[in-house]
Protein backbone atom coordinates (compact mmCIF):
# COMPACT_ATOMS: atom_id res chain seq x y z
CA UNK A 1 0.00 0.00 0.00
CA UNK A 2 1.25 3.56 -0.51
CA UNK A 3 1.46 6.10 1.91
CA UNK A 4 -1.80 8.02 2.22
CA UNK A 5 -2.37 10.63 5.30
CA UNK A 6 -5.61 11.73 4.99
CA UNK A 7 -4.63 15.05 7.49
CA UNK A 8 -2.73 16.64 4.68
CA UNK A 9 -6.21 16.80 2.37
CA UNK A 10 -8.11 18.06 4.99
CA UNK A 11 -5.32 20.86 5.88
CA UNK A 12 -5.01 21.82 2.39
CA UNK A 13 -8.71 21.69 1.88
CA UNK A 14 -8.64 19.21 -0.97
CA UNK A 15 -11.08 16.56 0.01
CA UNK A 16 -12.51 15.14 -3.17
CA UNK A 17 -9.17 14.53 -3.87
CA UNK A 18 -8.21 12.72 -0.76
CA UNK A 19 -11.73 10.91 -0.87
CA UNK A 20 -10.67 9.81 -4.86
CA UNK A 21 -6.75 8.61 -3.83
CA UNK A 22 -8.43 6.61 -0.41
CA UNK A 23 -11.07 5.25 -3.01
CA UNK A 24 -7.85 4.23 -5.45
CA UNK A 25 -5.86 2.50 -2.76
CA UNK A 26 -8.83 0.25 -0.97
CA UNK A 27 -9.69 -1.28 -4.81
CA UNK A 28 -6.13 -2.73 -4.05
CA UNK A 29 -6.15 -3.21 -0.21
CA UNK A 30 -9.89 -3.13 0.64
CA UNK A 31 -9.83 -4.24 4.20
CA UNK A 32 -7.19 -2.03 5.18
CA UNK A 33 -8.51 -0.12 8.90
CA UNK A 34 -5.72 2.75 8.32
CA UNK A 35 -7.26 3.63 4.74
CA UNK A 36 -10.83 2.31 5.89
CA UNK A 37 -10.58 5.13 8.78
CA UNK A 38 -8.64 7.95 6.75
CA UNK A 39 -11.79 7.28 4.36
CA UNK A 40 -14.12 8.07 7.62
CA UNK A 41 -12.55 10.80 8.47
CA UNK A 42 -12.52 12.36 4.72
CA UNK A 43 -16.37 11.88 4.80
CA UNK A 44 -16.90 13.41 8.46
CA UNK A 45 -15.02 16.48 7.17
CA UNK A 46 -16.80 17.09 3.46
CA UNK A 47 -19.69 16.72 6.12
CA UNK A 48 -21.30 12.91 5.17
CA UNK A 49 -21.54 11.81 8.43
CA UNK A 50 -23.82 8.66 7.59
CA UNK A 51 -20.95 7.19 5.43
CA UNK A 52 -18.44 8.19 7.51
CA UNK A 53 -19.95 6.73 10.73
CA UNK A 54 -21.23 3.58 8.86
CA UNK A 55 -17.58 2.82 7.65
CA UNK A 56 -16.55 2.65 11.48
CA UNK A 57 -19.31 0.52 12.44
CA UNK A 58 -18.80 -1.63 9.98
CA UNK A 59 -14.92 -2.02 11.06
CA UNK A 60 -16.11 -2.99 15.11
CA UNK A 61 -17.42 -5.73 13.57
CA UNK A 62 -14.66 -7.04 11.45
CA UNK A 63 -11.80 -9.12 11.91
CA UNK A 64 -9.20 -7.26 11.79
CA UNK A 65 -10.14 -4.47 14.16
CA UNK A 66 -7.30 -3.02 16.48
CA UNK A 67 -8.10 -4.64 19.95
CA UNK A 68 -5.39 -2.04 21.49
CA UNK A 69 -6.59 1.03 24.03
CA UNK A 70 -5.28 3.67 21.88
CA UNK A 71 -6.97 2.47 18.33
CA UNK A 72 -10.50 2.12 20.28
CA UNK A 73 -9.72 5.05 22.45
CA UNK A 74 -9.27 6.87 18.76
CA UNK A 75 -12.31 5.42 17.62
CA UNK A 76 -14.42 6.37 20.26
CA UNK A 77 -13.34 9.95 19.59
CA UNK A 78 -14.58 9.96 16.30
CA UNK A 79 -17.82 8.07 16.76
CA UNK A 80 -18.43 11.11 19.61
CA UNK A 81 -17.21 13.78 17.87
CA UNK A 82 -19.82 16.93 17.96
CA UNK A 83 -21.12 15.32 20.86
CA UNK A 84 -19.03 16.87 24.10
CA UNK A 85 -20.13 20.55 21.89
CA UNK A 86 -22.96 20.17 21.56
CA UNK A 87 -24.09 21.35 24.75
CA UNK A 88 -22.33 23.43 27.36
CA UNK A 89 -21.95 20.73 30.35
CA UNK A 90 -20.30 17.49 29.36
CA UNK A 91 -21.97 14.59 28.63
CA UNK A 92 -22.52 11.96 31.07
CA UNK A 93 -22.23 9.08 28.28
CA UNK A 94 -20.90 9.54 24.66
CA UNK A 95 -24.02 6.88 24.09
CA UNK A 96 -24.82 3.55 22.47
CA UNK A 97 -22.18 3.92 19.68
CA UNK A 98 -19.23 3.74 21.82
CA UNK A 99 -20.65 1.32 24.45
CA UNK A 100 -20.69 -1.02 21.75
CA UNK A 101 -17.07 0.08 20.56
CA UNK A 102 -15.88 -0.70 24.06
CA UNK A 103 -17.89 -3.77 24.16
CA UNK A 104 -16.83 -5.15 20.65
CA UNK A 105 -12.95 -4.57 21.56
CA UNK A 106 -13.69 -6.67 24.79
CA UNK A 107 -14.94 -9.22 22.71
CA UNK A 108 -13.07 -12.63 21.67
CA UNK A 109 -9.19 -11.40 23.01
CA UNK A 110 -7.47 -12.93 26.00
CA UNK A 111 -8.82 -12.31 29.52
CA UNK A 112 -5.82 -9.70 30.14
CA UNK A 113 -6.42 -7.90 27.46
CA UNK A 114 -9.93 -7.82 28.27
CA UNK A 115 -9.09 -6.49 31.42
CA UNK A 116 -6.89 -3.77 30.24
CA UNK A 117 -9.55 -1.93 27.80
CA UNK A 118 -12.14 -2.38 30.77
CA UNK A 119 -9.80 -0.70 33.15
CA UNK A 120 -8.68 1.91 30.45
CA UNK A 121 -12.26 2.60 29.19
CA UNK A 122 -13.30 2.91 32.87
CA UNK A 123 -10.52 5.26 33.79
CA UNK A 124 -10.99 7.40 30.94
CA UNK A 125 -14.94 7.34 31.61
CA UNK A 126 -14.25 8.90 35.37
CA UNK A 127 -11.10 11.44 34.12
CA UNK A 128 -14.30 12.86 32.07
CA UNK A 129 -16.75 12.68 34.14
CA UNK A 130 -18.81 10.43 32.28
CA UNK A 131 -20.90 8.52 35.20
CA UNK A 132 -23.06 6.33 32.61
CA UNK A 133 -20.30 5.48 31.04
CA UNK A 134 -18.24 4.52 34.09
CA UNK A 135 -21.96 2.29 34.68
CA UNK A 136 -21.39 0.48 31.44
CA UNK A 137 -17.69 -0.57 32.72
CA UNK A 138 -19.27 -1.77 36.09
CA UNK A 139 -22.20 -3.70 34.55
CA UNK A 140 -19.30 -5.85 32.27
CA UNK A 141 -20.28 -9.70 31.98
CA UNK A 142 -18.21 -12.01 34.78
CA UNK A 143 -16.33 -13.71 32.29
CA UNK A 144 -14.13 -10.44 31.16
Known sequence: MSFFD???YVAS?????GLAKCNKLLKKSPDDVKLLTGKAGLLR???RYDEAQEIIKSLMTSSNFPKDVESIRGFEKFLSAGLE???????LTLGSGVN?????????VPRQTAI?????RFDNAVEESRWIDVGYVCDLPSDH
Open 100 to 108: ALWTNAGTG
Open 13 to 17: GRLKD
Open 45 to 47: EMK
Open 6 to 8: PRE
Open 85 to 91: NSSRESP
Open 116 to 120: DLSRA
